[in-house]
């Protein structure tokens, strides 16, 4: 079995942290988040997985050198933007048979050998993993026949619970007929909708699996302590998780939500909650980190105060300097007094 993991997103509403650093490979709690992923397709029996990216494609060359194992991975150029859907038919020349394709930012542990299982008694065209939410208004809407697909429904505009796209699929190549490869195509709102006027047989797989896209700040944090808290199956941290490499001094105070990544410091006295702090960054003494996200080498200087903030790759708040809600590009200093 193959699979297509869409990888090349910039990533815009996790901007800063991805002006550097692909979204894909941000590490969820102890690894980048693409081998949660590629571990576990490699569970439900992928064995080889395709991946893309005209976005930061160098980061991932030195991801793919460091990974080894299953899935075995095979790279190939998209040299602009193709679109979840373009992205898919740039790679149909390895696509022989029945394959997947996941998103590669969507924790989940969805149990894909059902959803396979499920497809092929159907004879669908392509199945859809569903996800139900109590309130759509993100999303847009799937709208259901029993299990068969009538329609794709735009964003509602008031809060009602219903059944949304949770961004893996399982296709037959024919899906892919007459998609194009050299445009950007929306595989959600190109592809999928002209399938199903075209009375292709779409189905959708409806399960109360773990769920959470890592598009925001927000929800990478929520799917990082959901992790920690053992609600994701495979899943198995003891919280806070502080990687062995990290230094966290004893009269440092951290709540039960913190990653500390290796070669991560947290000085005296200092106060950590619901945070992330990537490789190397630094929490100075007497700081407090509240609901943000420290980039790889990011500082927060002794005695400032950073909350619901996001510090790219080696960004900095001065000795005490204070940022609600910041957004600090890679390398840059948050102006005094902000
Ligand atoms: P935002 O810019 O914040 O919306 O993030 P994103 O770029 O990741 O877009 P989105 O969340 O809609 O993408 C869903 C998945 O498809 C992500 O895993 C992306 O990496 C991937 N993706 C989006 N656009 C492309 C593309 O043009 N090519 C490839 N190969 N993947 C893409």
């Known amino acids: 079995m193959k699979a297509v993991v869409l990888v090349g997103g910039e990533g815009t509403r996790m901007r800063p942290l991805t002006e550097t650093i692909p979204k894909p490979l941000i590490p969820l709690v102890d690894r980048p988040f693409l081998h949660h992923v590629l571990d576990h397709l490699a569970r439900h029996g992928v064995h080889e997985v395709i991946l893309s990216s005209p976005y930061l494609e160098a980061r991932f060359a030195t991801f793919l050198e460091e990974r080894h194992g299953d899935p075995a991975v095979t790279w190939i150029t998209e040299a602009s933007p193709l679109g979840t859907g373009g992205a898919v038919a740039n790679a149909s020349r390895h696509l022989d048979e029945t394959f997947l394709v996941c998103n590669g930012d969507i924790l989940t542990d969805l149990d894909l050998t059902a959803m396979l299982a499920f497809h092929r008694e159907r004879g669908a065209t392509g199945t859809i993993a569903l996800t139900p939410v109590d309130d759509a208004r993100p999303y847009g809407l799937v709208e259901l026949d029993g299990d068969r697909i009538l329609a794709f429904r735009e964003k509602p505009p008031d809060r009602v619970p219903g059944t949304v ?76 998780y502080l990687d062995h490499r990290a230094q966290v001094s004893l009269t440092a105070r951290l709540g039960r939500w913190v990653v500390a990544g290796p070669g991560a410091r947290i000085g005296r006295d200092a106060e950590v909650e619901d945070s992330v702090l990537l490789a190397g960054a630094v929490v100075g003494e007497g700081a407090v980190v509240r609901d943000s996200i420290l980039g790889p080498r990011a500082e927060v200087g002794d005695g400032a105060r950073v909350s619901g903030a996001v510090l790219a790759e080696g960004a900095r708040v001065p000795p005490g300097g204070a940022a609600e809600g910041a957004r600090i590009g890679p390398g840059a200093t948050l102006a005094t007094g902000a």
């Open 165 to 240: 796209n949770a961004g893996t699929y399982v296709l037959e190549p024919a899906a892919l007929d007459g998609v194009p490869a050299d445009r950007m195509v929306s595989i959600e709102r190109e592809v999928f909708p002209r399938l199903i006027d075209g009375g292709a047989p779409m189905h959708g797989f409806v399960s109360d699996a773990y769920w959470m896209d890592l598009g925001t700040p927000e929800k990478y944090l929520r799917a990082t302590f959901d992790a920690l808290e053992g609600r994701v199956a495979g899943h198995d941290y003891r919280a806070p």
